[in-house]
């Protein structure tokens, strides 16, 4: 089942402030089970339960890419990139371009050693950078339904390796989409004391903007991030894939709220739900609620994160969706 809803939702392009079509995927999988909003910037708001707002739970539905910018004279594409894509993943790769009309193929191309005469092999900044969609005019690229505006996304292949893992593109932060239409599904038909909600939040990526709407308009005692944990490296310590869910303690955009971690970690040893607490780079939605709300990340460890090659651990995807339910019950 998971596996399944990875792939399907994984495979749907989506940048930031692109959001429409996972949003309908969400909504489509939501309709048997609860009623949704949408708000004025995008989000898709779940709320379950009654009373008091007691916390909110986030993960976006956005990924990273590519914006086109022009139409050169020979048919090919400039662009810029939206969200943090390292410069060596653009180099000789292929992508899929995403019109009002449809999807076309298109490449990034590369120079072949064989030409490279000076033998520089540093890396070509994305500035320098064209989309090739095989177009030899500005006018056939257009004719082909090309123009500014429209974006581009790498190339998704889904992968399930050892039957343990699953690797793909745009896993940042669909799986914490999956984690949260899962504990909908289970939670819905529960009492849960007081109102919890549960938002897909748009333009994570370039800002987190989603979430500063909703940090506008709600005044939870608990906000969560659901998102991914940049592993494993010097600076992530012991966490690992297969360890279980992660508290994402510290990052660039936070230090989160001590006592509200160790309450989580108490429910996680009370439900037997494996757990570990790391420190790792990049920021999240929960991080705008400081001052307002007790805030935290929940994670599961990712490999290679915003690289076509995303990686994570079925079962600590488990453990996440068990850790939401628990916390939805009992904090």
């Known amino acids: 089942m998971l596996v399944e809803e990875l792939k399907e939702i994984t495979r749907i392009p989506g940048i930031s402030g692109y959001e429409e079509r996972i949003r309908e995927k969400i909504e489509e999988w939501l309709e048997p089970y609860a009623d949704y909003t949408v708000d004025t910037i995008g989000n898709l708001v779940v709320e379950l339960g009654e009373g008091e707002l007691k916390g909110i739970f986030m993960a976006h539905m956005d990924e990273i890419g590519l914006l086109i910018t022009g139409v050169r004279p020979d048919g090919r594409l400039t662009f810029r990139k939206i969200g943090g894509i390292d410069d060596r993943l653009l180099y000789g790769r292929h992508l899929d371009v995403i019109t009002e009309n449809g ?42 339904g090309v123009k500014v505006l429209d974006y581009a996304v790498f190339k ?136 307002k709300s007790e805030v935290l990340a929940l994670s599961v460890p990712m490999r290679y994160l915003h690289s076509e090659v995303e990686t994570l651990h079925l079962a600590d995807l488990e453990a996440l969706i068990k850790l939401i339910e628990a916390i939805a019950f009992e904090l």
Do not use: M
């Open 103 to 144: 999807k076309l193929d298109g490449v990034i191309g590369a120079l072949p050693v064989h030409l490279n005469l000076e033998r520089k092999f540093d890396t070509v900044p994305w500035s320098r950078l064209v989309i090739d969609i095989g177009a030899e005019s500005r006018e056939e690229a257009e004719a082909l």
């Open 156 to 291: 998704k292949h889904f992968a399930v390796l050892n039957n343990r893992y699953v690797s793909t593109r745009s896993l940042d932060d669909r799986f914490g989409v999956v984690a949260l239409v899962e504990a909908i599904k289970d939670l819905v038909d529960h009492d849960l004391d007081g109102k919890w909600i549960f938002a897909f939040t748009v333009q994570e990526e370039i800002g987190l903007k989603g979430a500063r709407f909703l940090a506008e308009h709600y005044p939870p005692k608990y906000a969560f991030a659901v998102d991914s944990f940049a592993c494993c490296g010097d600076l992530t310590g012991d966490v690992r894939l297969g360890g279980g869910a992660v508290i994402r303690a510290v990052d660039n955009s936070a230090i989160y709220t001590r006592k509200l971690a160790r309450k989580v970690a108490e429910i996680a040893s009370r439900n037997d739900i494996p757990l570990q607490i790391g420190v790792t780079g990049g920021g999240t939605d929960a991080s705008v609620f400081q001052g």
